[in-house]
């Protein structure tokens, strides 16, 4: 309760992968929640048994358009942005739609969050960082992104974002929060988004080459989901003065090579591995420094690789069990999960 009145929150992006467990997780803390989605990315099936719930709200739309605000409640007490392409694959697939999403799209929730008061959390990535020259990745850290690759789209998208929302900071416009996402991995991850984790497993599960891009020993640092959305919950609720961009992520680094090793070994696969060639601006390492959401939001990852793993492993698992949606008009709609 807050004044009270129920919270209400917007989760624009809520279809997603993050998004869809930041609803839930929302809704369990007693929160009234709008989910705003164009489903380009985001699948109706992620909130499905959310529907059902009085307090959750499916609204369909596109953040670059404005027509949207007017079907949200007047009193809404939280902002979380989450809308935009998030994998290579998928923000590369319509460049400038990406790109606008990150721009055009924040503003309009930025002004949402203005009108109405609320305080606004804009989930940028650590793909601002680009190929880092310094490492681990520190907030200040400025970055070494290019301008004018393949990756710009979302790249600098997710910096004039952050830019954008910082002005509204600076203008007494909005009470912003800004989380740096690390690689993220979980339940709800789209077989087809291009990620590696999802790649690995369900080659791994299908019998198929395992793909690895370049030799294998560029580096990641994996979160799981359930650790992922309570540090944006914190961050959201965060009192203290604005803080500036946070990194979210697990700072446990591993190379792509040892996390096929482990994805094998869960899966109990024999698929052979094959290398292909890596793509243009892939960075060679990623590992945050996460020493200011420890000291400001006492929060640090929890769930060992091994342990979300093997979550993930049997979400895809039980996924290829389901049997096919039947086509539109056929009486089945999208599957439940």
Known sequence: MKNGHTRRAVVAGGAGFLGSHLCEAL?????????????????????????????????????????????????????????????????????????????????NLLRLAEQRGARFLLTSTSEVYGDPEVHPQTESYRGNVSCTGPRACYDEGKRAAESLALDFHRADRAEVRIARIFNTYGPRMRADDGRVVSNLITQALDGSDITVYGDGSQTRSFCYVDDMIDGLVRLMRYEGAQPGPINIGNPVEMTVTELVEQVLALTGSRSPVVHLALPEDDPRRRRPDIGRARELLGWAPRTTLAEGLRATVQWFTELQAEPEPRAAGKGTDHLVV
């Open 27 to 107: 809704l369990a803390d007693g929160v009234q929640v709008w989910c705003v989605d164009n489903l380009q990315t985001g699948q109706r099936r992620t909130v499905r048994r959310m529907e059902q719930n009085p307090d959750f709200t499916f609204v369909e739309a596109d953040v670059i358009e404005t027509g949207f605000l007017a079907r949200l409640p007047r009193r809404i007490d939280m902002v979380f942005n989450l809308a935009c392409a998030a994998s290579p694959v998928q923000y590369q697939a319509d460049p400038e739609h990406t790109l606008l999403t990150s721009v055009v799209g924040t503003r």
